[in-house]
């Protein structure tokens, strides 16, 4: 299973790069969303790390591997949550993110079908199908920074400190961070999961 990668791009399309790692070329297919966002992370001598989604594809008779790219674990955890929908595989996944995955999480939060039709290949229905599997589990990925796209009681320090790991990695500073979560507690101090204290921040964000 491959899960990182990194090398030098030597082909580029609109959903995908072309690797050289020594001397070998591997096509690594990459959403659209992250797509416009990859140049950012590009080093100066062109090359780029990728957390990646291996897969096989089948097809009749045979077995081909597929590797899909992302620049942070967060992206592939909403990928991987998103391909839980029936009907929705890695394939449609990857052409439906074609929006900020902060908006998709908010859409799915809100129930907004309307918004999640607009994603290539979803229909009324898929749409309808994202909001019954995912609404209220996907509110730390509406914390993601994609659009240019103390104090704490004994009892939360666990789900506090899982809950600031994930915001530091969503680039959030540690000290708005920890102020994120600690009004996210006072409103809900019977929050017993990091998922759940995730999803309070993110509602509170959103009621600014």
Wanted: aromatic fraction near 6%.
């Amino acid at each position: 299973m491959i899960s990182r990668i990194c090398g030098k791009i030597v082909d580029r399309g609109d959903n995908h790069l072309g690797l050289d790692l020594n001397g070998m070329c591997y096509e690594v297919l990459i959403p659209t969303t992250v797509m416009q966002r990859v140049d950012e992370s590009i080093g100066q001598d062109g090359s780029i790390s990728l957390i990646t989604f291996h897969y096989h594809q089948v097809d009749q008779t045979k077995s081909i591997p597929v590797l899909i790219g992302f620049l942070n674990k967060i992206e592939k955890d909403f990928f991987e949550i998103f391909i839980t929908v029936s009907g929705i595989g890695p394939r449609a996944a990857l052409k439906a993110l074609n929006k900020p995955i902060s908006l998709i999480a908010q859409a799915i939060d809100e129930a907004d079908t309307a918004f999640l039709r607009s994603l290539p290949g979803i229909g009324e229905q898929r749409a309808k199908e994202i909001v019954a599997k995912l609404q209220n589990k996907v509110g730390k990925f509406g914390l993601i920074q994609d659009r240019k796209i103390s104090g704490t009681p004994v009892e939360f320090k666990d789900i506090v400190d899982e809950a600031l790991a994930v915001l530091t990695q969503l680039e959030y500073k540690k000290a708005e961070a920890m102020n994120m979560i600690k009004k996210a507690l006072d409103l809900n101090p019977k929050i017993e999961t990091t998922e759940g204290l995730l999803n309070a921040v993110y509602k509170q964000r959103k009621i600014r």
